[in-house]
Each structure stands twice: as structure tokens, then as C-alpha cells.
């Protein structure tokens, strides 16, 4: 029996086929477009999905690795940052067009079973999946399974408030993760102290910040409180990262160093681990949706 796995990306649709052992049988690539609207992303995902289909045997759903999420009592999309989506019946749309059910998660909740099964965190029970790049998200694997919450918001850790009446976020709230370690706010925050725009990765790797010492240390110190929460309270057996800031090396160190310190006990022995899987993290989370309880 075969699973399939589509990843709808901001810039691409990929799609993959697994045999029942995880080995990839076709993987194919396509543009999204996201500016020709929501009946065009759809054509497109379902063309790509039927090309998968014929090089696949034993198929009976296909999972979806989505940006945003399904509202569980509306059935349509929310959160998303391919506007067109938001407020569309994308899982019923698909399922009308593929006559097969569709499993569909956020890209956080794909990763993390991804990493969990197949990455960096194969082999622990309970993994906590961070997602750190233009936002902070976070998914919660439990034995091999997403652990989802009866509102499905499991692991949003990303609008978890680490200062009350701090700065505005997109969520409606104030003082929120994302809007402080996110690449989106550290670069923001970078401009703003120097006028000048680089990534978080260009600032660090190429010593940029020691110009102003103050925007790394006000970095680390936030990650750090922000994941030891983490701990604090799911006490995971790993922490795995992905997204653009993964790359950043010193989260694995004076990062670390900054989480462990905040965390209520005197011995921590929680790993922070970068992923494996890189970008192919969610279309090959789409597919083990499929096997997903």
C-alpha cells in the first residue's frame, strides 16, 4: 500500500509518493501561483495529485501539509499566509475532487511528525516540533501521533505572551513569541537599530551583530524563556527545530544555554536538536498523515 503526501507551499506544491517502508517511489515539484486564486491552487494540487495517483497502487486517502489550518467547526481554512485560502472549504474541495478522503494539517504539525518518525526525533515518545522562519510555530507528537487539543491549537507557542502589553502581533494580541523571535521581528528589529536589512541568518553567521551585542543577547534571551516554557510544562522527551532560523548555530549553544537556565529544575536533559529533513519535512508529513491516528 502506498502513501501520498502534497506539501501546498507559499512558491511551491510538492507531492510525493512512499512505498509501506517510507521509500520514496516519485516526487514532483510544480509552482503554486498563488496569485491566480484559490480555483487555480486547486486545479493545480489535484493535476498533480492524479499524476501521483498512476504511479501509485493501494492508495485509500492522501494527506495535505497546509499554510494556515482547517477551522474544526467551520471545515474552512483560517490562519494562512496564502491569502486566498483563508475562509475556502480546501479539504472538502479536495476530497470532492479526488473522491478519496483527505487528511490536511498546518505545516508545524507536518514537520513535527515528520522529524518524529522519520528525522532527527525517530525514536523519541513525546516530540515537540518547533517551527522558527517568517513566524514561530509548533507541533506535539506523541508516540508517533499529532496531538492536536479539542480546539486544535496544540503547540501555538508562537502566541504564547511572553510580554503583557508588549509588541502588537497579527493574532490580536500584544507581547506575543512570534513578534519577538521570529525572522520577520529580528529582522524588523534589526532595521530599525541600523537601517540596514539582512537576514537573521547573515546577521549572526557573518558577526554582523556585534556591531550591536544587545540585538543577539535580547534574541537568545527571549528564545531561551520562551522554549524553557515549553518544558516547563509538556516536558518533552526532545525538542527538534526547523524553519530558516534552524541554521542559526548558536541556538544549539548559548541558545540552549539561555532555555536550560530558565527551566524549573537543576538538571535538564531535554536534547534541542536541528532537523533532518529540512524543507522536505512537511510533504513527507502529508504522507505519513495517512498512517497518522
Not at 501546498?8 to 517502508?21: F, P, Q, S
Not at 501555538?156 to 500584544?174: A, F, I, Q, S, T
Not at 541568518?201 to 531561551?224: A, C, Q, R, V
Not at 518544558?231 to 549553544?253: A, E, Q, R, T
Amino acid at each position: 500500500m502506498n502513501k501520498i503526501g502534497i506539501d501546498l507551499g507559499g512558491t511551491k506544491i510538492e507531492g510525493i509518493v512512499l512505498d509501506e517502508n517510507c521509500n520514496t517511489i516519485d516526487r514532483k515539484r510544480i509552482p503554486t501561483n498563488r496569485e491566480d486564486g484559490y480555483e487555480a491552487i486547486i486545479n493545480r494540487i489535484t493535476g498533480l495529485g492524479h499524476q501521483l495517483l498512476e504511479k501509485s497502487t493501494g492508495v485509500e486517502q492522501i494527506g495535505i501539509c497546509t499554510p494556515g489550518a482547517v477551522d474544526p467547526s467551520k471545515g474552512v481554512m483560517k490562519n494562512s499566509n496564502t491569502i486566498c485560502l483563508i475562509g475556502k472549504p480546501l479539504q472538502k474541495d479536495l476530497e470532492r475532487e479526488f473522491d478519496l478522503p483527505v487528511s490536511m494539517e498546518n505545516d508545524a504539525n507536518c514537520f513535527a511528525l515528520a522529524e518524529a518518525i522519520l528525522g532527527a526525533a525517530k525514536g523519541y515518545g513525546v516530540v515537540f516540533g518547533v517551527i522558527m522562519g517568517t513566524g514561530v510555530g509548533g507541533g506535539i507528537i506523541i508516540n508517533s501521533n499529532i496531538h492536536r487539543g479539542p480546539n486544535h491549537i496544540a503547540g501555538e507557542w508562537g502566541h504564547h505572551v511572553l510580554y503583557p502589553d508588549g509588541r502588537d502581533c497579527y493574532c490580536g494580541n500584544k507581547g506575543c513569541t512570534e513578534s519577538y523571535i521570529s525572522g520577520t521581528a529580528l529582522e524588523k528589529e534589526w532595521y530599525e537599530l541600523t537601517g540596514e536589512n539582512h537576514t537573521v541568518t547573515d546577521i549572526i553567521d557573518n558577526g554582523l551583530y556585534k556591531s550591536h551585542p544587545e540585538w543577539k543577547d535580547k534574541f537568545i534571551l527571549n528564545y531561551g524563556r520562551a522554549l524553557s516554557n515549553i518544558i516547563d510544562i509538556i516536558d518533552p522527551d526532545c525538542i527538534v527545530l526547523g524553519g530558516g532560523l534552524s541554521k542559526v548555530d548558536i541556538l544549539y549553544s548559548e541558545g540552549k544555554d539561555a532555555v536550560y537556565s530558565e527551566v524549573l529544575s537543576d538538571h535538564v536533559l531535554t536534547p534541542i536538536l536541528k532537523n533532518q529533513l529540512g524543507d522536505s519535512a512537511g510533504v513527507f508529513g502529508a504522507a505519513l498523515l495517512t498512517g497518522d491516528g
